[in-house]
Each structure stands twice: as structure tokens, then as C-alpha cells.
């Protein structure tokens, strides 16, 4: 009888099933990123590439929807990533790519997982992502151009002081501040920032509660459980940024804070920027910016319940690097 060993052909089925069984479950852990043609400007861009399959962005959108369902489905993490067709073509035009390709719009889109806005699927519906999306990619754009005028801004003339980081740390106090002192509760921050070329707008959520009767907080701070507002995350990153912008360029702002509380109402608190700092507005004049169509400059009817206050100080008397 011969020495060799022959393997049953149950034996080879069960080594096929198991390497198959492994890379399936090595498939979920490589995550995988969705290119979203979310506008529908920028889907008929695209549909002068012969490659580009669709010519229905409804029906596009339902396909994509469907896609992510399915990758989901099997236990893969997916991001959800804006594809621009303007940015892909010069992608395709500094690599030597052929923009009329599928290979060339998956690198892109391999590009993208890293660089440009995304969110992760978590299985909302496609006409929800969309808008968020965008949402993501104007924050995204508002947080770089903000970025850009503060390492723009140069050194102080006196001092030597990087006036850009120097703004941001009052930025981050000054939000420290407005939000100790609008007191236990749900806010809603705005900020806006004109600039030459556009207009930043951030804005921020977060709250604070009451500190525990054991300790009392300090005069003029109340905030999360240990007194301190919550203002960890990427929102209060973009808010700062935007704020910093508004006072090392020493121009025009404003923000606007809206407190929902324990009461029966909402408060609204109303700044304006003024030479590099954050200047408090009286009740009467909050009153009237809440109270005025922005577009029209007709008087709209007060909401129901709202209490428009003045605005408390924040801001130091006399910053060092505020424009004249």
C-alpha cells in the first residue's frame, strides 16, 4: 500500500468553504467609500462622460441608496463622501487621468475618503444624507477659509504676537464665557463673520446643567455636571475658528445666542463685533434684529414666548491686535 495521503474531496470542500468564510469576514473589516453626487447641477456635469451610467439623478439616487443598503447589509462601514465634478476633473487633468473612466472616478473617490467631506452611513435615507452632506461640505469649506484668514493675518506690529492664534485663544474664552453665562440649559449659538470674498457662518449646540448643590459654582459659571460647559467637538473647533476670524480681522459680526432652559421660554442674546471685539447689544436692539426680515428689511412679528435680552460681557476692554 502507498504511503501517500489522499485528501477526500469533503476535505477540499471544507478548505474552499473556510477560505471563503475567512475573506468575507476580512471584507468587513476594509472599509469602503461611496462617491454622492448630491447636487443635481453637478449630475449633469457629469453626464457628459460616456462612462457615466446614469442619466436620472432621482434614479441615480435611489441606486446609490440601494448600494449603501447592501454594503451595510453585509457588514461593511461605509463613508458617504461629496463628489465634486469640477474638483474630479482637475484631479484627473494633475494625475494624467482619463476623466471619462470608472477607473479614474474610483480613485477619485479613493482620494476623497481622506480630503473632502463625509459622513458615515449609518442607514438614513438617501434625501436625508443628501442635504446633510452638504451641510458637511459648506462647514468643511467654512472651517478652511476661516483656517486661511488667520494664518493670514500675519505678526503684531508691536508685540511680535501671531495675531491669527492669538485670536483664536480669545475666540475660545470668549465662547467659554457666553455660554457660562447664559446658565443651565440648551444653546444655540450663531455666528457671522462678512469677509471680502464671502460670508462665514458657524454654528454651534450644546448645553449645560446645573452643578450638584454639594458644590456650588463659582459667580457667573454654571455649566455641565462639574461647571463647565460642554464644548468638546468639532462644532465648537469650527465655531471658535470662525469667531477668531471675526476678531483678528477687526471688521463686522455679529452673534447670536438662544437658550432654551427650565423655563416656560427661550432667551435670545444678541454681540456685534466691532474693531476686534465682541460689544454687547441692548434688548432693544435684539429685539429689532430678530424681529427684521434680512432680506427685505420688513418688520417680522416676534415669536411667541421669547424673551429678547441684552447681550452680557465677554470680551476684554482693550484687545491688544484689534483693527481701527
Same mark, same amino acid.
Given at each position: 500500500?502507498?504511503?501517500?495521503?489522499?485528501?477526500?474531496?469533503?476535505?477540499?470542500?471544507?478548505?474552499? $468553504?473556510?477560505?471563503?468564510?475567512?475573506?468575507?469576514?476580512?471584507?468587513?473589516?476594509?472599509?469602503?467609500?461611496?462617491?454622492?453626487?448630491?447636487?443635481?447641477?453637478?449630475?449633469?456635469?457629469?453626464?457628459?462622460?460616456?462612462?457615466?451610467?446614469?442619466?436620472?439623478?432621482?434614479?441615480?439616487?435611489?441606486?446609490?441608496?440601494?448600494?449603501?443598503?447592501?454594503?451595510?447589509?453585509? @457588514?461593511?462601514?461605509?463613508?458617504?463622501?461629496?463628489?465634486? =465634478?469640477?474638483?474630479?476633473?482637475?484631479?484627473?487633468?494633475?494625475?494624467?487621468?482619463? =476623466?471619462?473612466?470608472?477607473?479614474?472616478?474610483?480613485?477619485?473617490?479613493?482620494?476623497?475618503?481622506?480630503?473632502?467631506?463625509?459622513?458615515?452611513?449609518?442607514?438614513?435615507?438617501?434625501?436625508?444624507?443628501?442635504?446633510?452632506?452638504? /451641510?458637511?461640505?459648506?462647514?468643511?469649506?467654512?472651517?478652511?477659509?476661516? +483656517? +486661511?484668514?488667520?494664518?493670514?493675518?500675519? $505678526?503684531?506690529?508691536?508685540?511680535?504676537?501671531?495675531?491669527?492664534?492669538?485670536?483664536?485663544?480669545? &475666540?475660545?474664552?470668549?465662547?467659554?464665557?457666553?455660554?457660562?453665562?447664559?446658565?443651565?440649559?440648551?444653546?444655540?449659538?450663531?455666528?457671522?463673520?462678512?469677509?471680502?470674498?464671502?460670508?462665514?457662518?458657524?454654528?454651534?449646540? $450644546?448645553? +449645560?446643567?446645573?452643578?450638584?448643590?454639594?458644590?456650588?459654582?463659582?459667580?457667573? &459659571? =454654571?455649566?455641565?455636571? *462639574?461647571?463647565?460647559?460642554?464644548? /468638546? @467637538?468639532?462644532?465648537?473647533? /469650527?465655531?471658535? +475658528?470662525?469667531?477668531?476670524?471675526?476678531?483678528?480681522? @477687526?471688521?463686522? @459680526?455679529?452673534?447670536?445666542?438662544?437658550?432654551?432652559?427650565?423655563?416656560?421660554?427661550?432667551?435670545?442674546?444678541?454681540?456685534?463685533? /466691532?474693531?476686534?471685539?465682541?460689544?454687547?447689544?441692548?434688548?432693544?436692539?435684539?429685539?429689532?434684529?430678530?424681529? $427684521?426680515?434680512?432680506?427685505?428689511?420688513?418688520?417680522?412679528?416676534?415669536?411667541?414666548?421669547?424673551?429678547?435680552?441684552?447681550?452680557?460681557?465677554? *470680551?476684554?476692554?482693550?484687545?491688544?491686535?484689534?483693527?481701527?
Amino acid at each position: 500500500m502507498s504511503g501517500t495521503h489522499h485528501r477526500s474531496t469533503t476535505d477540499d470542500t471544507t478548505d474552499r $468553504t473556510s477560505r471563503s468564510t475567512k475573506r468575507r469576514m476580512l471584507r468587513r473589516e476594509i472599509p469602503g467609500t461611496v462617491g454622492l453626487i448630491a447636487d443635481p447641477v453637478d449630475f449633469a456635469a457629469m453626464r457628459r462622460y460616456r462612462s457615466f451610467a446614469f442619466d436620472d439623478h432621482q434614479d441615480y439616487l435611489r441606486h446609490v441608496d440601494d448600494l449603501l443598503r447592501s454594503l451595510a447589509a453585509r @457588514g461593511i462601514h461605509t463613508t458617504v463622501a461629496l463628489f465634486d =465634478p469640477e474638483e474630479y476633473a482637475d484631479f484627473c487633468a494633475e494625475q494624467c487621468l482619463d =476623466p471619462d473612466s470608472a477607473a479614474s472616478r474610483s480613485r477619485f473617490t479613493a482620494e476623497l475618503a481622506g480630503t473632502g467631506p463625509g459622513l458615515p452611513y449609518t442607514g438614513r435615507p438617501i434625501d436625508e444624507i443628501v442635504p446633510l452632506l452638504i /451641510d458637511e461640505a459648506v462647514r468643511q469649506a467654512t472651517w478652511e477659509s476661516a +483656517t +486661511t484668514l488667520l494664518a493670514d493675518l500675519g $505678526t503684531c506690529a508691536d508685540c511680535g504676537e501671531d495675531i491669527g492664534r492669538s485670536s483664536f485663544e480669545r &475666540a475660545a474664552d470668549i465662547l467659554t464665557r457666553l455660554v457660562q453665562g447664559a446658565g443651565p440649559g440648551h444653546h444655540h449659538l450663531v455666528c457671522s463673520i462678512p469677509t471680502k470674498d464671502q460670508q462665514l457662518v458657524a454654528v454651534l449646540h $450644546t448645553e +449645560t446643567t446645573a452643578q450638584p448643590p454639594e458644590r456650588p459654582p463659582a459667580a457667573g &459659571a =454654571p455649566g455641565g455636571p *462639574d461647571g463647565t460647559p460642554r464644548l /468638546d @467637538g468639532r462644532e465648537s473647533l /469650527d465655531f471658535v +475658528t470662525v469667531l477668531a476670524a471675526g476678531l483678528g480681522l @477687526g471688521g463686522p @459680526g455679529g452673534l447670536v445666542l438662544r437658550t432654551t432652559g427650565a423655563g416656560p421660554g427661550d432667551r435670545v442674546h444678541g454681540w456685534r463685533l /466691532d474693531r476686534g471685539r465682541l460689544v454687547p447689544l441692548s434688548a432693544a436692539a435684539v429685539f429689532n434684529a430678530y424681529c $427684521t426680515d434680512a432680506d427685505t428689511g420688513e418688520p417680522v412679528a416676534p415669536e411667541h414666548g421669547v424673551d429678547y435680552c441684552p447681550g452680557y460681557e465677554v *470680551d476684554g476692554p482693550d484687545p491688544h491686535h484689534g483693527t481701527s
